[in-house]
């Protein structure tokens, strides 16, 4: 069993930063993959970011240049530094872990940007 643990949520204004971290714990070898999706009300959930086990990075377009995704290999941890934050960043975050095959998913925080 996995768990994913997500901290760091809160509310905004817009230009303001926060930073998200999601510690990982349970019975795993590795964690290939671990990043963060969003969702915002009446939307699908999306990509923001993910981290490989090498440090590899991806970002959706709307947060390149703004957030930055990091990740501790040994504490299991990875977090997400967004900055210039816009009302449009509002929305439920959600840890992400990719571990063999199986996805797995936090909770979720909320983020919330005022204009």
């Known amino acids: 069993q996995v768990q994913l643990v997500e901290s760091g949520g809160g509310l905004v204004q817009a230009g303001g930063s926060l930073r998200l971290s999601c510690a990982a714990s349970g019975s795993y070898f590795s964690i290939d993959v671990m990043g963060w999706y969003r969702q915002a009300p009446g939307k699908q959930r999306e990509l923001v970011a993910t981290i490989t086990n090498v440090h590899w990075t991806n970002y959706a377009d709307s947060v390149k240049g703004r957030f930055t995704i990091s990740r501790d290999n040994a504490k299991n941890t990875v977090y997400l530094q967004m900055n210039s934050l816009k009302p449009e960043d509002t929305a439920v975050y959600y840890c992400?872990?990719?571990?063999?095959?199986?996805?797995?998913w936090g909770q979720g925080t909320q983020v919330t940007v005022s204009s």
């Open positions: 992400y872990a990719l571990i063999r095959v199986l996805d797995h």
